[in-house]
């Protein structure tokens, strides 16, 4: 035993055990994307670190409704008068957010923006009647044509708009951990924003990780253990304003382009980053009863829920791995 101890000893002191944590933090996707992996060889952990940041500034580039230049602008530019090639991943996304509409009878719908443009949350602008009359019409996922053997998509609406801002950053953090994974790395935490992927564990024991209070910035509702799957939370205070008491905020309910105010905070844990990212903006806008329905419906995904009284909600196989 001491000659282990002694001989690992020696070989860090030559500089050949040089395993660490690394961490990087960017302003992308208009959140803060971050990258934590356990390197055994440094240099190789920080390439694969870099890899991940560039793959994002890739998505950020083709995914962004804001950007002039990126592909899904000019879907939202062209695609009413003619159908628009695209890439695979963006058929995919789009695929994925229209598996989601129809599982969840509208809650989560992409073509929200054409009511979503009109708001401004630092401005304190929200649509006017007229603007909202004329959204309307044009927030409906079953006009989204999406062709996957010409690898084209047509939208059925003149004002029609789409925009990703519910998954594309849980695509993205799947990515992520894609690239970490190919490139050897077995433990590390990729997040971008409310959205988050684990691989592996930290050694022997899970990581810990914490759902914020909804109101009170510095301090968790719950934390739990969680090794090598997905957690996403959508919440009522990442980009909001008040006005005579009413909470405005970025997530929509798409029946009436109002704010969704049925809870404050939503959390799902499943497998894939897309899939809790998609699946928490849904559950906000579905509500308690709704969304637990639905999460129970799906195998190996969890819930928890903040209610509008600040009350905690947990999915069925949440509620029964706390009460054995
Ligand atoms: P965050 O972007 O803060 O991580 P979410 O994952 O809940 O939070 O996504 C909110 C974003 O999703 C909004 O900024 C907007 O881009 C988009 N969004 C808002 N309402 C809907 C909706 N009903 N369906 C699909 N996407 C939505
Ligand atoms: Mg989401």
């Known amino acids: 035993m001491q000659c282990l101890v002694l001989l690992v000893l020696g070989v860090c002191l030559a500089g050949l055990c040089r395993a660490e944590w690394l961490s990087e933090t960017r302003s992308m996707m208009g959140t803060e994307v971050s990258v934590e992996l356990w390197a055994t060889d440094p240099e190789r952990?920080?390439?694969?670190q870099r890899a991940v940041l560039a793959e994002f500034h890739r998505l950020d580039e083709m995914m962004n409704p804001w950007n002039a230049q990126s592909l899904l602008a000019k879907i939202n530019r062209r695609a009413f008068d003619d159908a628009v090639p695209v890439t695979p991943e963006l058929i995919e996304v789009i695929q994925r957010s229209l598996y989601y509409s129809r599982l969840s009878g509208g809650a989560f719908d992409i073509s929200f923006a054409a009511a979503g443009r009109y708001y401004d949350f630092r401005e304190g602008r929200v649509p006017l009647a007229s603007e909202l009359a004329v959204a309307g019409p044009a927030i409906d996922y079953r006009q989204i044509s999406v062709d996957s053997t010409a690898q084209s998509i047509r939208l059925g609406h003149r004002e029609m708009s789409l925009d990703l801002g519910g998954i594309a950053k849980g695509y993205a953090v799947d990515r992520g951990i894609r690239i970490l994974t190919d490139a050897g790395i077995e433990s590390a935490v990729v997040s971008a924003g409310g959205d988050s992927r684990i691989l592996g564990n930290l050694g022997d024991r899970p990581r810990m990780i914490g759902i914020r209070h909804p109101r009170k910035e510095d301090q968790y509702v719950v934390v739990i253990p969680l090794?090598?799957?997905?957690?996403s939370t959508s919440g009522d205070y990442e980009r909001f304003f008040e006005r005579d008491g009413v909470r405005f905020h970025?997530?929509?309910?798409?029946e009436t382009g109002d704010s969704a105010r049925k809870v404050r905070s939503?959390?799902?844990?499943?497998p894939l980053a897309i899939d809790t990212d998609a699946l928490s903006t849904t559950v906000f806008v579905l509500g308690v009863?709704?969304?637990l329905a639905l999460v129970n419906s799906l195998p190996g995904v969890d819930a928890i829920i903040v209610d509008g009284e600040g009350k905690l909600h947990y999915s069925q196989e949440l509620l029964l791995s706390t009460t054995e």
């Open 250 to 254: 970025h997530i929509l309910d798409p």
């Open 289 to 291: 009863e709704k969304g």
């Open 266 to 270: 939503a959390s799902v844990i499943a």
């Open 227 to 231: 090794e090598d799957t997905a957690i």
């Open 45 to 48: 952990g920080r390439a694969a």
